[in-house]
């Protein structure tokens, strides 16, 4: 809900539980009042702290200082030393704005960002202007209530009416000002095979940021931050969150001023971008998902969920069972031909497996990572009579096909790279940088765009595939375009990200009913704009369970179990050599879009001929994966255990998981069951008991002592 006091000018956005206020002060400023626990409408004038006010800049023509103000979208180089959300240049090199209210509207839809950087769909939006009275440049902040799920996203409009050319040095998604700092900062941290693993960081005094220049989202620091206040755990404590829906350059920090003020800035990372803006144009921010609970991490990763289902996740396939697959990748690399296709889809046959997958290396001179990126024409040596071959095996074997790709690359060695060197991201006069073999295709030209649309549409029409996994496997270097002039240069990347967001939108929307699985390298580009074209997306390139049990977590932290791709693969693990049993390799893979990699040659019999009642559990609770809310126990990046629950929303059924690393042979594993309905008598099918809801919660549940490392149990459960 929004609402606005004309008396007070005080804006008030209220969702279920929280409460974000901001009001124009006496000297036209749009100044930030409240965000948190949801309050009754007031006037805040009556609340005034005093800050530190020694040698602080003043307001021209005001009794009042910068440093006083608690803007919404905070400047520089006036009085407010603290980090800023917009650095605009003017043509004499100027950085200067000073931004005031000038009006505001409240839209019945939210409008779309017409550069094409997804955005969650949504109602009531209020739209303020505010605009630098000197200069004509002005700036649209749109603000979108999602009541239920506790969710605000903001984003900037940056609009040249100056007469002459601005370029922005900065122009972030949103700054949020808090009037102190007893918070911790949570950050999902990692690398290759290691993704989203919390950290937790003290503030203090000056900035603490993460953030990328790698022109992509990446496994190392993940678009998200989370303020959480001292004592906050799984149920209680309260969180304010950020989750930014982009997928390029990005940056988020908190810094602490001297009056103990902290300031959260994000949004497309200034230090790889600079926008020219000429008269008359504007520059549209990705949009920030920010997210509030006064119930722990616990709510925060529910409400994150429900709103990546319900307003970003195409609904074509948001709560649609996925086929359970099997990805040829793990298993043979580049190493088949058709007749070992042929064998593996054979031996799928009323396996229960219900979509082969054809990973990397079945297109051009692709047989090794060295070569073939760019040339999408299917390899008829490898692969006689195409990939409709083997679609049609697939079909004949009753299962489903599907096909990889990479669109945004080229081998050096490829036709595609000879033909048009210059489509490469590269700067002339110097080497250009491999990353696995392979360069960056310049995303941010139209034709090259326009080149790999035809060419995949080709592919995907011709190739009877009905599901595809995009794959996107290095950064963005030397960030320089043959297509910009010097003084845009600082746009490419940017632009890249925008013509990667062109080039899903023609694909998903020209074949509704393939069903797209996002891949970078594994879970790298795991973000809220990729998910929007894409309902899953593959969570590691690390199979082993163990560590998944780390990797899952962290991304279900804000994204839904629904999006999160995992797949059992051969133990001992390809990556680790970690010895793990079928029972917990199939478990853990439970908590997503459950799948398999292996090579079937090799893959023990006994554990092939269960995968077909694996297969059959999985749908008994996919309809909780996809639509359930998701309760952590204890919790494995702390400890040796963890405990995974997901509930249906009625709260009439579960299914949840309890897995130990180590065995402490001390004791048999007991454990409590979370977000279970405390007054429901709930049937437990493995155990074949009935016990309440509050009792399962409260004191647990034991489970027979195990014998080995990595085990783990899970129990299905019914309300009477
Ligand atoms: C990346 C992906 C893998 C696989 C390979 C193929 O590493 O994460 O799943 O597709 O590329 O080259």
Not at 184 to 197: F, Q, S, V
Not at 238 to 263: K, M, N, P, Q, W
Not at 396 to 406: H, M, V
Not at 470 to 489: F, G
């Amino acid at each position: 809900m929004i609402g606005f006091n004309e008396e007070t000018k005080t804006f008030f956005l209220n969702g279920k539980n929280f409460t974000y206020a901001m009001r124009v002060n006496s000297d036209g400023y749009l100044t930030h009042c409240y965000y948190g626990a949801r309050v009754p409408e007031c006037d805040f004038r009556y609340f005034k702290p005093e800050w530190v006010k020694s040698f602080n800049p003043g307001i021209p023509d005001s009794k009042h200082i910068y440093a006083d103000i608690m803007q919404e979208y905070s400047t520089a180089y006036l009085g407010d030393f603290r980090e800023p959300a917009l650095v605009p240049e003017d043509e004499r090199g100027a950085r200067v704005a000073d931004l005031s209210y000038l009006s505001h509207e409240i839209l019945p839809v939210k409008p779309a960002i017409g550069s094409g950087i997804p955005t969650s769909r949504g109602g009531e939006t209020l739209v303020i202007v505010l605009s630098d009275k000197n200069t004509g440049l002005s700036v649209k902040l749109f603000y979108t209530v999602y009541d239920e799920e506790n969710i605000l996203t903001r984003r900037a409009e940056i609009i040249n009416g100056t007469g002459s050319t601005v370029t922005l040095r900065r122009a972030l998604s949103a700054t949020v000002d808090y009037y102190d700092s007893d918070f911790e900062l949570m950050t999902l941290e990692g690398h290759h095979a290691r993704e989203k693993t919390p950290e937790f960081t003290k503030l203090h005094h000056g900035r603490t940021s993460i953030g990328n220049i790698r022109g992509t989202t990446t496994a190392n620091h993940a678009n998200f931050t989370a303020l959480l206040r001292p004592g906050t755990d799984e149920e209680k404590g309260e969180v304010f969150a950020t989750s930014l829906i982009y997928s390029g350059s990005h940056y988020e920090s908190v810094e602490v001023d001297e009056s103990g003020r902290c300031r959260v800035s994000t949004g497309i990372n200034p230090e790889s971008f600079a926008w020219k803006l000429e008269n008359g144009e504007k520059f549209e921010t990705p949009e920030l998902a920010l997210c509030y609970s006064n119930r722990g991490l616990g709510q925060m990763s529910r409400q994150y969920h429900d709103f990546f289902r319900n307003y970003v996740i195409n609904p074509r396939w948001v709560y649609t069972r996925r086929p359970v697959v099997l990805n040829s990748w793990e298993g043979m690399h580049f190493s088949f031909d058709r007749q070992r296709l042929f064998d593996t889809i054979d031996a799928l046959k009323d396996s229960g497996i219900e979509l082969f997958v054809l990973d990397d290396g079945w297109f051009g001179a692709r047989n090794n990572d060295k070569a073939g990126l760019g040339d999408w024409f299917v390899n008829e040596e490898k692969l006689p009579g195409g990939l409709i071959a083997i679609a049609d095996r697939c079909k004949q074997n009753g299962i489903k096909f599907g096909l990889w790709i990479e669109p945004e690359m080229v081998n050096p060695d490829s036709d595609l790279y000879r033909a048009h060197p210059d489509w490469a991201i590269a700067v002339p006069g110097r080497p250009a940088v491999p990353s696995r073999n392979q360069y960056v295709l310049d995303f941010s030209r139209e034709e090259v765009v326009d080149y790999i649309k035809k060419l995949m549409y080709k592919v995907i029409s011709e190739s009877g595939a009905s599901y595809i996994k995009w794959d996107m496997n290095r950064p963005l270097t030397e960030n320089w375009s043959y297509a910009l002039p010097a003084d845009r240069q600082g746009e490419l990347q940017h632009r890249f990200v925008l013509g990667v967001y062109s080039l899903a939108k023609y694909l998903t929307e020209s074949f509704p009913d393939i069903l797209f699985e996002g891949c970078s390298g594994g879970g790298a580009r795991f973000d809220g704009a990729m998910l929007a074209y894409f309902p899953q997306i593959w969570t590691s390139d690390n199979t082993d369970a163990d560590d998944r049990t780390v990797i899952q977590l962290g991304t279900e932290l804000v994204f839904p179990m629904s999006s999160s791709s995992n797949h059992v693969s051969l133990s001992p693990n390809i990556r680790n050599g970690r010895i793990i049993c079928a029972d917990t390799r199939t478990n853990i893979a439970y908590g997503g879009i459950f799948g398999y990699e292996f090579d079937v040659a090799k893959y023990p019999k006994e554990e092939f001929e269960r995968i077909k009642a694996d297969v059959e559990k999985y749908h008994e609770i996919d309809d909780l994966i996809l639509r359930g809310d998701l309760y952590r126990g204890c919790n494995r990046t702390e400890g040796n255990e963890c405990v995974i629950c997901v509930v249906s929303k009625d709260k009439k059924r579960a299914f949840a998981t309890y897995y130990q690393a180590l065995n402490p042979h001390k004791q048999n594993p007991r454990f409590k069951i979370p977000g279970l309905a405390g007054d429901k008598i709930y049937h437990i099918a493995e155990l074949d008991v009935s016990v309440p809801g509050a009792v399962l919660s409260n004191l647990g549940i034991c489970m027979p002592r195990v014998k080995k490392d990595f085990a783990s149990y899970t129990l299905t459960l019914e309300a009477e």
